[in-house]
């Protein structure tokens, strides 16, 4: 697809190549997508793959974290053509298992210190790159809010959350590029759109050479979810920032194509000058933030749980509270940190926090009356108003 925002002004970021397709300026800004069904189940997921990729996914994203469901990835190989990104958790050393059936790989500084925590994180990213080598694949450094490397975080105050996540994706690209190895790119996301764009602005202004994949992280249900990501990604877009995107929602499997749809039309509207960055800001002041669920995802119940929660909160829209809906336990408890009220999913309870402190589990259908009780409290006790 050949959209006018191509021949905007974009930063000279150097080419990286991600299977059939390259990324970075003067190629096409790819759309990319992830696959919400288990990895494992071979015929469900390399449907979602194909399926994705016919809508005009130029990368499908996996989530991989064990031997068992690396062993699915020849299989999913043989029955698609699509570039293929796998997501790495904290065995890093998975790495040699999924390399070969896979065109990139996408790691996470912050999540390098959980596995052989005695070991440097330089010489696990040096073992990574051995692997990209030998198998001929990209790496994405890909930083994320709710799960920044804690060595880096401590150098920081504790509400500076840009520095942290800035200063540790420029320590891995340094290190990177030390070893030699300059075939990656680099995402930063936040749940807000703001920090999205400070921070991929500032990124780009010290490495401009650095091909960015842009992100809302947990950017929740349509219509918001996709405003959300419009009006942080068509902002950078706007400005030259940007080689790959994914607009991430919360949707049923079978509407997964919708984030493709909405990448498209966010390109289309930036070429051709309709995208309107004021407009796309005026979002609810009570913000729902919602990851898009993946292969981790502990029960199918989340999507609706989520919906049940956009419902449910609807009479308190004008009150400026966030809602953290996350469907795991692997990124659930950290990135609920930050919200006024969190939910986690577990396969049989529903995680329920208040900030970072934990109030209780409670079965799937207990949690709906619970969060609203505890939403009620917390603006009776804080003297929540709403905006006038
Ligand atoms: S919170 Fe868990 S289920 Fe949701 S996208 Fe992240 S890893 Fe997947």
Redesign the pocket.
């Known amino acids: 697809m050949k959209t006018a925002a191509e021949v905007k002004a974009r930063n000279p970021t150097r080419a990286v190549r991600i299977g059939s397709i390259t990324i970075g300026a003067g190629h096409p800004i790819a759309i990319q997508s992830m696959c919400a069904t288990k990895t494992a189940d071979v015929e469900a997921t390399a449907a979602q793959v194909n399926h994705l990729t016919a809508a005009g996914a130029a990368v499908v994203r996996l ?1 991989v974290d064990s031997s068992r469901e690396a062993r699915a990835l020849p299989d999913i190989r043989q029955r698609t053509r699509a570039n293929l990104s796998v997501d790495l958790q904290e065995n890093y050393r998975l790495a040699a298992e999924i390399a070969p059936w896979v065109d990139k790989i996408r790691y996470n500084p912050g999540h390098l210190y959980h596995h052989e925590p005695g070991k440097a994180w330089q010489e696990k990213v040096r073992y990574l790159v051995e692997v990209a080598v030998r198998h001929d694949i990209a790496l994405r450094v890909g930083v994320n809010c709710g799960s920044v490397d804690p060595a880096v975080r401590a150098k920081f105050e504790a509400h500076d959350t840009i520095g942290p996540m800035l200063a540790s994706a420029l320590e891995h690209c340094e290190l990177l590029d030390r070893l030699g190895f300059t075939r990656y790119c680099v995402s930063l996301k936040d749940s807000d759109p703001a920090k999205v764009i400070e921070v991929n602005q500032r990124f780009a202004a010290a490495r401009p050479d650095v091909p960015l994949h842009l992100g809302v992280t947990e950017a929740g249900m349509p219509p918001w979810g996709v405003q959300k990501s419009r009006a942080a990604l068509g902002e950078l877009l706007r400005r030259g920032i940007g080689d790959t995107l994914r607009v991430s929602l919360t949707v049923p499997n079978a509407r997964k194509v919708e984030e493709i749809e909405a990448g498209r039309q966010l390109l289309e509207d930036v070429a051709e000058g309709r995208f309107s960055g004021d407009a796309e800001f005026r979002l609810p002041r009570l913000n729902i933030i919602s ?8 029960n199918e119940a ?1 999507v609706e749980l989520a919906e049940q929660v956009h419902r449910m909160t609807r009479p308190w829209a004008d009150y400026p509270i966030t809602i953290a809906v ?3 336990r ?3 408890p950290g ?1 609920t940190d930050d919200a006024d009220l969190g939910l ?1 999913c577990g396969p049989n309870f529903v995680n329920l926090k208040r900030g970072s402190q934990t109030l209780g589990a409670y079965r799937y259908s207990e949690i709906l009356p619970r969060l609203q009780a505890e939403l009620e409290a917390l603006i009776r006790e804080k003297g929540l108003m709403p905006a006038s």
């Open positions: 989530a990851c898009p669920s993946c292969s981790r995802v502990e989340f996350m469907g795991c692997v990124n659930g990135e986690w």
